[in-house]
């Protein structure tokens, strides 16, 4: 793994930050900066502009819209998208992409990859279910053969922008009688399908992002099976390989604690003394900061694997468990330097408007650490990775 930055890089560097500069839409920067919920059309702008650029999905192949960027250019465009702050693109690009060019028919890539790249189409996951969450394989949403079509009936639930959603990637049951894993298909499924359902789940930040989604026999086309029937979980295993890797926020964790060392160092009035200056407070920050160090080049070590062609291994369950515990420590001690600004709900009349009270960053202190609480539970959650960890790595 070559982790040289040449003068080329940091000439590559500069290009990308004036271009998210300049570029970056303006009406999403401005309802970040109010701590507004990004809408389907903020999200897709952002998406647009990069697709339109060529700049967004790097890690594709070229010859479905990737850069051909080495790892190191890679790994410099994801840390300036987290420096820039900019907001995620649409939900399928990392994790149904990669699907889609690894097992879809020819039919399936023309029909399905242009719209998924210029925003046409956007998915959701059906994964989890009510009973059925980190023991995925043990779903029972059915697809019964029918002729030409599948007819499902399920639930599947947090279904992340399904209220979004054009299309949807969702495991079923396909045989009953086989072991879990071995009787599991993988289908694309048109959201608008008669007898599709979506429910609002109101998360306690009071975000909606998440929903329940209900099939009451939805007629899927067979065509619309990726790989072979009964063999979706190799499949779906892949796909949480991607989710996994995406998961893990490196980039945007080194920009978060640069944030809260700005905030931890700054002055405060009536001389009182900043934050950093308290040694236990430096200490956990500290510590924070050497674990990221260690998952930075567990991530690079990952992108460098895959510029070679290899696919996410178990490092990907690494990168997940750590990633997530880093970003749930640095949310807590944001949470931590905001202080009595940051309690829940804490607003107050300014000019005529309800808004929080205190520095703006304490307002979204509280809503940010309650939805980072999700992330050791979703992709797999950590303890379901650390059993693969142990038996993929360790051996045991």
Known sequence: MDLDFLPEHAEFRKEVRDWIEANYPAETRRKQEA??????????????????????????????????????????????????????TSFGLGMIGPVLYTFATPEQKAKFLPGTMNGDIWWCQGY?????????????????????????????????????????????????????????????????SPGITVRPIITIEGGHEVNDVFLDNVRVPVA??????????????????????????????????????????????????????????????????????????????????????????????????????????LTELTLEAAAHYGAPYARGMQGGNDLPVGPDYAGKAAPTYFNMRKTSIFGGSNEIQRNIIAKAVLGL
Do not use: C
Not at 172 to 189: C, H, M, N, W, Y
């Open 35 to 88: 701590g507004e919920h990004l809408g389907k059309e903020d999200i897709l702008a952002w998406h647009r502009t990069l697709h339109n650029k060529g700049w967004l999905t790097p890690s594709w192949p070229v010859e479905y819209g990737g850069t051909g960027w080495d790892s190191v250019r890679k790994y410099i465009f994801s840390e300036e998208l987290a420096r820039a702050q900019t907001s995620q």
């Open 128 to 192: 989890s279910e009510p009973g059925a969450g980190s023991d995925l394989a043990g779903l029972s949403t059915r697809a019964v053969r029918d002729g030409d079509h599948y007819i499902v009936n399920g639930q599947k639930t947090w279904t992340t922008q399904g209220h979004f959603a054009d299309w949807g990637f969702f495991l079923v049951r396909t045989d009953p009688d086989a072991k879990k894993q071995e009787g599991i298909s993988f289908l694309l499924i048109d959201m608008t």
């Open 224 to 329: 619309n099976l990726i790989g072979e029937e009964n063999k979706g979980w190799t499949v779906a295993k892949y796909l949480l390989g991607h989710e996994r890797t995406g998961i893990a926020g490196v980039a945007r964790s080194k920009r978060g604690i640069e944030r809260l060392r700005e905030l931890a160092t700054a002055e405060l009035a009536d001389d009182a003394q900043p934050l950093i200056n308290d040694s236990d407070f430096r200490r956990k920050v500290a510590e924070l900061e050497v674990d990221l160090a260690a998952l930075e080049y567990t991530e690079l070590r990952s992108l460098a694997s895959e510029s070679k062609g290899k696919g996410p291994g178990p490092e990907a369950s690494l990168l997940k468990v750590k990633g997530t515990e880093v970003g749930q420590r």
